[in-house]
């Protein structure tokens, strides 16, 4: 195959979203096995993660650019970043993992993954302690509301988009959230000075009416002391590089992202920062309580 041919291919693919060619082997609600293809963007040193520019999947995501796990590193053997590949996509309601990976093409001719400009590199990373700025963010109600609105409680915020399916990603921080909940609210000696709060960066999309329909899910019709917003791009560019939260755009409304959970005290500073989806529910009841038990001096 020649360049021009895989040029073509390539750009085909980016293009061909809403025409994707491999359909679903299963749409179990408990397990969804999914064969697609797409462009391999980056691949861990210890190749258990790859990052794939993936076609739309019919049926449960658009196309993406998604960090995916791989459990058989084998798996990646002759693969590498430029490749057009084939793969099998799993899904439990737990976790997810590819395999089945087969090149189709490659080329070295691709356009890199583009980075969002969301703020100088120069901004440096808050440390607990730290004061958070204050930003604006689109409430699901469409009123504009900011962090300062919740001074005087213990505040603990994440970050999602509505789009993202994986359930190690996005949908574990709405269920982790609402199992943290659970908890505090089962406790009688727990503070009462909290809120939850769960940021799109994806605010072109999630526009209060789909962040509403996509709160209730999580909040089982009750809103009690959680609220759904989305963060402006401003807003992202404040707070992203304060956080070493990272969210790279490409055309079409492909995201891909890490994972930023942040629990804020009674003055809105940093209290305690998880990163990445391994904290337990536990672990964050007791940090938003302890917040919240935080001396609040004015």
């Not at 809403?18 to 609600?29: I, L």
């Not at 808050?126 to 204050?134: E, R």
Request: proline share 7%; with cysteine; glycine share 4%.
């Amino acid at each position: 195959m020649n360049c021009s041919t895989l040029s073509f291919v390539v750009i085909a693919l980016a293009i061909s979203s809403q025409r994707p060619v491999y359909a679903a082997e299963s749409t179990s609600p408990a397990n969804q096995i999914h064969l697609t293809r797409g462009l391999v963007r980056n691949i861990a040193p210890d190749r258990h993660k790859a990052v794939i520019r993936h076609e739309a999947i019919p049926n449960y995501m658009p196309a993406m650019t998604m960090e995916f796990n791989v459990r058989d590193t084998n798996e990646l053997s002759g693969i590498a970043v430029g490749d057009l590949v084939r793969f099998r996509l799993t899904a439990t309601e737990e976790t997810h993992w590819i395999d089945r990976v087969s090149k189709i093409a490659s080329t070295t001719n691709f356009a890199p993954a583009t980075k969002a400009q969301i703020s100088p590199t120069q901004i440096a990373e808050l440390k607990p302690g730290d004061l958070l700025p204050d930003s604006e963010l689109i409430a699901e109600s469409g009123r504009t509301i900011r962090f300062s609105d919740f001074r005087g409680k213990a505040l603990a915020f994440t970050f999602i988009f509505t789009r993202c399916p994986l359930p190690d990603y996005c949908p574990r921080m709405g269920n982790n959230l609402a199992q943290t909940r659970e908890l505090i609210l089962a406790n009688t000696h727990a503070p009462t000075n909290w809120q939850f709060l769960s940021i799109s960066f994806d605010p072109d999309f999630d526009k209060p009416a789909v962040l509403s329909s996509y709160a209730n899910f999580y909040r089982n019709g009750n809103p009690d002391r959680w609220l759904f917003a989305a963060a402006p791009m401003g807003s992202l560019a404040q707070l992203a590089p304060r956080l070493d939260l990272m969210v790279n755009r490409e055309p079409g409304g492909s995201i891909s992202h890490n994972l930023r959970t942040v629990v804020l005290d009674q003055q809105g500073r940093i209290y305690r920062q998880f990163d990445g989806n391994q904290w337990t529910p536990a672990q964050l009841a007791r940090a938003l309580s302890e917040a919240a038990r935080q001396p609040n001096r004015k």
